[in-house]
Nanobody, 124 residues
Framework: QVQLVESGGGSVQAGGSLRLSCTGS????????MGWFRQAAGKEREFVAA????????NYADSVKGRFTVSRDNANNKMYLQMSSLNPEDTAVYYC?????????????????WGQGTQVTVSS
């Protein structure tokens, strides 16, 4: 069955960096648009970044643009989120997701498979 597994979360001080990974299985990873979302405690889940089939087409939330970079390695069924210049507002559970549509989107209802999430905590 389809499975998405995130890893790489942890605790970091403000200004630091982390790289999240997402490994997909049970489907043809390279054929699907993928995305990252996050949910802070007491808040709605929000879009972070999305990537098309190759690394040449990406989309970012304004709040992370210039600080986060999404990429993928289709040969190994992996997607990454490199996060830099982290601040406490980036603290959240981060989820990777598989899009059910064939265009880049930040709408969570257009993603049909989700990972279990990985916690990122940024302290000031």
């Amino acid at each position: 069955q389809v499975q998405l597994v995130e890893s790489g979360g942890g605790s970091v001080q403000a200004g630091g960096s982390l790289r999240l990974s997402c490994t997909g299985s049970g489907y043809t990873f390279a054929s699907k648009i993928m995305g990252w979302f996050r949910q802070a405690a007491g808040k709605e889940r929000e879009f972070v970044a999305a990537i098309a089939w190759s690394n040449s087409h990406t989309n970012y939330a304004d709040s992370v643009k210039g600080r986060f970079t999404v990429s993928r390695d289709n040969a190994n069924n992996k997607m990454y989120l490199q996060m830099s210049s982290l601040n406490p507002e980036d603290t959240a559970v981060y989820y990777c997701a598989r899009a059910s549509v064939m265009f880049l989107t930040g709408r969570s209802d257009l993603y049909d498979q989700w990972g279990q999430g990985t916690q990122v905590t940024v302290s000031s």
